[in-house]
C-alpha cells in the first residue's frame, strides 16, 4: 500500500576480486537507490568496521553516535534505529559481511540475536564461497571451451599453413632439380631419335630388298635372270644378320629411353602432388628411395657417385611423397656439400624393436660446423650463399619425419663429411592400436 515501509532491510557487501580492502553490495531487501552495487573502503561503515575487526557488531540507535567513519553519501534519514553485522569466514578468511536492520517504532536487536545470526552467517558464507566457485569453474569451463576451439582453428590453420609450406618447398625443390631433370630426360630422348634415324634407313634397304624380291615373283617376260640379278646384287650390299640383330637392339633400346622417361616424369609427377591427395600407405622403402634417386640422381653424379646398401626391411606405413621430399632434400643437399670426386652412401636397415627401421645418408661434402649442428632444423636457417637456399629443407624434412613418429639426427665434422639418420616406425601407433583391438575381439 502507499507509504508502506518494510521495517527489516538488510544487505550483503562481498570482497571485490582481487582486493582485500574493498567490499561491495551485491545483494540486499529495502535498500535506498544507489546502495546496490556501491563499494567501501575496510573500516569505513558498518560493513568496513566489520571487516577490519573480524568481529560481529551490534548497534541500538543512531549510528553516528558510534563513532564509526560514515561513508560520505550516507543518507542520515534512512539511519537505522537497531542493526546487526557479521563477518562471513571461510577457512578463517574474511569473504565478505551480512547485515540486517530495523528502523525506529520497532523492538531492538539483542546479544541473543547477534550470536544466533553467527550460526546462520557461517552457513550462508559456504552457500556463497560454494555458489562463486561453482561460478568460477562455469567461467573457467567456458574460457577453455573457448580457448579450446580457439586452439583447435589455431592448429588447423598451422596444419593448413604447414601443408603449404610442404607444397612451397616440393616446388622450390622441383625447381631447383628441373635443368637436371630436363637433361635426364633428353638424354633418352635424343637416343630415341637417333635410333628412329637409324631405323628409317634400316628399313628402306628392307624394303627396297623385299620389293626385288616381289619383282622378281611377279611374271615377266624372258629374259627372267634381270629381276633375280638385282636383287642379288642388293642383297649382297646389305648385312643381312646385321640388320636383323641391330634393329632389335635399337627398338629394345629405345624402348628402355621411353620407360626411362616415364618412370621420370611419373615420379616427379608423384612428388609434386598436393597434399589434398597424400594418403597413408604401406610400402617398400627401397623402391621409395630408388623412385627419388630416379629424379635426382642427374643433379649430383657429376661430383659425386651414389652408392645404395640396402638392408632387409619390412614395408612401412607412411605417406609416400613426404618421404619422397625428405629423401630429396637430404641427397640434393649432400650434393652441394661435396666439389667433385666425392661419394653419397645411403643404407638401411632395422632397429632395436621390431617396429623400427632407419635410413642413414652419409656424404664425404664440407660438413657443418659445430656451432651451426643445433640450428640446422630451425627454419629459414641456412649456411648456404643468398639465392641459393630458402633454409625450409631441413626444417620441412624434420616436421614430416616428426610426423611420421620418427626422428632424424645428423653428425658432421668439418672437412669430413656428414651423416643424417632416420629412424621410423613400421607401423603406426594408431594402426597398433586398431591390430590389437581387433585382436582381442577375435
Known sequence: MPGFTRYISGSIALLVD??????EVAAGIDLPPGVLGSRLARGVG???HVMATGEPFL???DVAETGLPLRINERRDRLTHSAMCWPLLVAERIIGAVAVNRAPGHPKYTIHDLDRGQAMTSLLALVIANHRMHVERENQILELSTLN???QRINEMLEEAQDQLVQSEKMASIGQIAAGVAHEINNPIGYVLSNFGTLDSYMASLFGLLEAYVEFERP???????PLDRARALREGIDLNFLRSDVVALLAESRDGLLRVKRIVQDLKDFSRGGVEEEWEVVNLHDALDRTLNIVRNEVKYKARIETNYGSLPDIECIPSR?????LNLIVNAGHAIEENGKITISTGTGT???EIWIRFEDTGCGIPKEHLNRIFEPFFTTKPVGQGTGLGLSVSYSIVCGHGGSIDVESEVGRGTRFTIRL???QLRTTVMEAEAALAS
Not at 582481487?18 to 567490499?23: A, V
Open 323 to 327: 618421404l619422397h621430399q625428405v629423401f
Open 425 to 427: 616406425p613400421v607401423r
Open 149 to 151: 576451439a580457439t586452439m
Open 18 to 23: 582481487g582486493t582485500e580492502d574493498l567490499l
Open 46 to 48: 558498518l560493513f568496513g
Open 59 to 61: 548497534i541500538n540507535g
Open 220 to 226: 615377266l617376260p624372258a629374259p627372267l635372270p634381270t
Open 353 to 355: 624393436t621390431a617396429n
